[in-house]
């Protein structure tokens, strides 16, 4: 008599499946139960990395009491099998595809220790808490381990050991999230597959994983679309708007557009950051491996606006002369404080003054980092009129603590390829 092929299956903690152990003959526990036939444990057990080879789950017979000749004897032998097998499967994670046994968990398992056998997604998210990244960021690799484990939990892959994880079952998980969710983009996954590379760098360094699957996934191409800049009409709108509604966040919108820098680097501005006199700031710079403080430039037409939040810090100053704590330029709304805000302070402001169809908005519905592309692209302008495109190239990359012109050229200086095709177009070399 064969076992039937479907059972209620139970979930493992390694993230496979098997199903409730029977034995044969039904009757085994009674006094009718016969010692001429054969007697057998059995159970199906299910594998998703080995769904292929066995889509029903591999039928697991398991035998050793029936060497015993009296029926107490060999439904004692049942008896101890049956709690030898749930030991063995479900306690020490016997794989019996495989053959493979995983030492139990413990409770003593020193903290943030990720272990091959630690489960695909708690991996993941210990792994994270380890990335030395800014907050802002560190919440958008939050997200897409949201996301991933969605997917992840859909497929099954959710308690598999962060050891199996293989090529196969990331490219399943892009392709669930991008069934599930209209806004799972080619962008998206790229940036999904960005942050999986250095999360699964982590587990590498940690020999949680021997290989990094995310290596071998390549990028998905993407149209690349021409940044909509604001216009001069819009840009004047918003000026006009901006200093009569809302004067501090309009000279933190000024300070910003000369600066060079990001939104977390001047928010994290102290006044001691501020060399008014050589006319220079200092940034740190958290994109790198290293963080490092760089020197940014004032330029002219920015130095009064800087000229007078130094001025404001000095009044804060005269007011708690017991605080000698270094001050924040851009803290509560938007002028020197103790306490550092957060970045997204910047763009909900942005959305409610500038892009908010209702008033006090004006209803232009473009990003507020544009503003920075505007700016590169007019301080490479105006370079280039004395200068090579290469050296103002380097001129500004350094302004905006680039270790190469690749970002300007490929994202900041939206004239980049038109000022390299009029430059082309200046070539005069006849045929004859």
Known sequence: MLPPKHKAKEQLLNGCFRTQFSVYPTNWHTKKASLKKQWYIWYRFTDPLYKDLFPNGKLVPVRGMNHHKTLEKRQEAVRKILEEQHLLIDH???NPITKRINLPKTNVTPINEILPETDFITALKAAKARLKYVKHTLNDVGYVIDGIEVAAKALGYDRLFICAISRKHIVRIFEQCALTNSKFTSNRQNSYRSYLLALFKVLLR???????PI???EKEAVVKNDIELLTPNERKRIDRHLRSKNYTFWRYLQVFFHSGG???ELLSLKESH????NQRY???IRKRKVWTWVWRPIKDIALPFWEEIIAEC???HSEYPTVEQDLYLFSEGLKPNWDCIRPDQITKRWRYWVQNKKEPGLGINKGFYKIKHLNTTEVMDA????????????EVAEMNAHTSPDMLQQVYDTKNVIRKLDRIKKVRNKFA
């Open 92 to 94: 020490h994670n016997y």
């Open 314 to 316: 000095k009044i804060v």
């Open 262 to 264: 990001r939104t977390t």
């Open 282 to 284: 200092k940034a740190l």
């Open 215 to 217: 290596a071998d996934i």
């Open 383 to 394: 370079l280039t009129e004395n200068s090579s495109i290469e050296e103002a190239e380097k």
């Open 274 to 277: 501020v060399d008014i006199e």
């Open 206 to 212: 940690l020999e949680a994983v021997t290989h990094n």
